[in-house]
T-cell receptor, first 114, second 114 residues
Framework: AQSVTQLDSQVPVFEEAPVELRCNYSSSVSVYLFWYVQYPNQGLQLLLKYLSGSTLVKGINGFEAEFNKSQTSFHLRKPSVHISDTAEYFCAVSVGAAGNKLTFGGGTRVLVKP | GAVVSQHPSRVICKSGTSVKIECRSLDFQATTMFWYRQFPKQSLMLMATSNEGSKATYEQGVEKDKFLINHASLTLSTLTVTSAHPEDSSFYIC??????????FGDGTRLSIL
């Protein structure tokens, strides 16, 4: 079985400051990794994914994440946040195929302050 | 990008009513659809995996007779909450995936049982 841990439940950050959201996973097999964002009362939107290849993945809205196999981590970063980045962020993994069942982390709420 | 439409977005109904939620993949054929439940300020909990033309696979602890899932075509899956009670009130989200394509999520349905 897989598990995903998001170490920070809440991250307050000032506008235009950088932010990093931490995600660690455990799995006995290779995984596919994802970051999703959820705005209030909405579904999840895919920010980026790691399937294979380069360990640095660039996504939408200026976000990027780096897959570190030795540390089983997939941390999400943005160099300069906007007020509109205030949302809940979820890290998730799947095995076997990218479209397979997802295991989610607990989520990290990002609150961007002016 | 891939679009998943979920309908209705909000339902308010009396206890004992059955409620049907639809999930449609608009621009691709989804071999697999997933149904999640999300409690306030929590992560998504997978309820069941729905494969076109076969019975859904329910996660442990999810009552299959309470949450009926039908996946009659490659673009439509439905979740019916039968004889809903206040404790069934929640945010329900569907997603669709196929092969190596990452799951794409609907916008969710807010179910409130009075």
């Amino acid at each position: 079985a897989q598990s995903v841990t998001q170490l920070d439940s809440q991250v307050p950050v000032f506008e235009e400051a950088p932010v990093e959201l931490r995600c660690n996973y455990s799995s006995s097999v290779s995984v596919y990794l994802f970051w999703y964002v959820q705005y209030p009362n909405q579904g999840l939107q895919l920010l980026l994914k790691y399937l294979s290849g380069s360990t640095l993945v660039k996504g939408i809205n200026g976000f990027e994440a780096e897959f570190n196999k030795s540390q089983t981590s997939f941390h999400l970063r943005k160099p300069s946040v906007h007020i509109s980045d205030t949302a809940e962020y979820f890290c998730a993994v799947s095995v076997g195929a990218a479209g397979n069942k997802l295991t989610f982390g607990g989520g990290t709420r990002v609150l961007v302050k002016p | 990008g891939a679009v998943v439409s979920q309908h209705p977005s909000r339902v308010i109904c009396k206890s004992g009513t059955s409620v049907k939620i639809e999930c449609r993949s608009l621009d691709f054929q989804a071999t697999t659809m997933f149904w999640y439940r999300q409690f306030p300020k929590q992560s998504l909990m997978l309820m069941a995996t729905s494969n076109e033309g076969s019975k859904a696979t329910y996660e442990q602890g999810v009552e299959k007779d309470k949450f009926l899932i039908n996946h009659a075509s490659l673009t439509l899956s439905t979740l019916t909450v039968t004889s809903a009670h206040p404790e069934d009130s929640s945010f329900y989200i569907c997603s669709a995936g196929t092969g190596q394509m990452a799951q794409h999520f609907g916008d969710g349905t807010r179910l409130s049982i009075l």
